[in-house]
């Protein structure tokens, strides 16, 4: 069987169990998919249907992606307070370290104030430097979702610290 056969055959089964498994569609895995069948075709004994063959290197791939995400999650997950405290001002003399602290902690009380939907985005964007992509693949909206909720966000926060600023 030809190999463009074979993708042409198999790609709304492979979609469709990669949507089920990963709730998203992602044209990466699909790829990865086919790369698998490829390069393990000579591996296939023909005792059961190629199709069965390719939907179960689908659902492989798809749960190795899912444990991926996981554990990338995991290894970034830290606590917001902790990182406001690490977020410090080059000044070193102890009455600017004391203004900085105060001001750091009005900054982070302001941010505990905010609504959960507009304190994510501004964790993620504005503390650890997401993109409004990566921001928005995290959340699971659109990046114009991402924009408004940080843009509200600010608005917010202007509000709220505007003596500060």
């Keep these: 069987m030809d190999f463009k056969d074979i993708v042409k ?3 709304s089964n492979v979609k469709s169990i990669i949507r089920l498994i990963t709730k998203e569609t992602n044209e990466d895995l699909e790829q990865e998919v086919y790369i698998k069948v490829w390069k393990n075709s000579e591996k296939y004994k023909e005792q059961g249907a190629f ?4 939907n179960t290197i689908a659902k492989n791939v798809s749960k190795d992606y899912l444990r991926s995400v996981q554990k990338r999650n995991q290894d970034s997950l830290v606590d917001d307070e902790e990182i406001m405290n690490n977020v410090r001002d080059k000044k070193s003399t102890p009455e600017l370290r004391l203004i900085s602290n105060d001001r750091q902690k009005r900054i ?4 505990n104030t905010l609504k959960p939907k507009f304190k994510e985005v501004v964790m993620l964007c504005e503390i650890y430097g997401y993109t409004y992509e990566d921001a928005a693949f995290k959340l699971k909206c659109p990046v114009g979702t991402i924009k408004s909720r940080l843009y509200n966000a600010k608005k917010e926060l202007a509000v709220l610290l505007k003596d500060l600023l």
Excluded: D, F, G, P
Excluded at 51 to 54: A, D, G, L, P, Y
């Design 51 to 54: 199709k069965s063959w390719v």
């Design 9 to 11: 055959n198999n790609k």
């Design 108 to 111: 982070t009380e302001a941010i």
